[in-house]
């Protein structure tokens, strides 16, 4: 009969591991890849918008939430807009931002919905911290 004491070490090892990997890719994974290889970043801003436009209209948030929808899509299209004529609007990004992660911590936003925005609102980070370069290549360019 083997010992049991390295079986138990080697499973326990290969489970943080996994453990392990699966953390630090949680917050990476920004659903559709072809996002990730849209040069112009629109990918994720265009996903954002969906996502807001189809939790918006339901009517179980209070004035508040719903504003903060109402926020974040105004924000983002002024982005996506300036960001069409070559100019990276930081501020309207942040302000987007701001306002989806407000609305993925609210208990009034379903959980489901909630880990939607909270995708988007790390892409978005991620796209903004990167100054509109974005895999590799530089965003404005078309």
């Known amino acids: 009969m083997k010992p049991l004491k390295p079986v138990l070490a080697l499973g326990c090892g290969l489970l943080l591991a996994a ?25 994720i801003v265009e996903r954002a918008l969906r996502d807001l436009d189809s939790m918006r209209s339901q009517g179980y948030v209070d004035h508040h939430e ?3 929808f109402e926020h974040a899509r105004r924000d ?9 004529r070559g100019r ?13 992660d407000h609305l993925a911590r609210s208990r009034q936003v379903n959980p489901y919905d909630r880990r939607t925005l909270e995708r988007d609102v790390w892409a978005l980070r991620d796209f903004r911290a990167q100054g509109g370069s974005y895999g590799g290549w530089r965003s404005g360019w078309r």
């Open 76 to 84: 983002l299209l002024a982005f996506q807009d300036r960001w069409y």
């Open 88 to 100: 990276f609007d930081k501020s309207r990004l942040d302000g987007a931002i701001e306002n989806l």
């Open 19 to 43: 453990a392990c990997a699966s953390a630090q890719w949680r917050y990476r994974d920004y659903g559709d890849r072809s996002d990730r290889r849209d040069r112009t970043g629109n990918g």
């Open 66 to 68: 719903h504003s903060r």
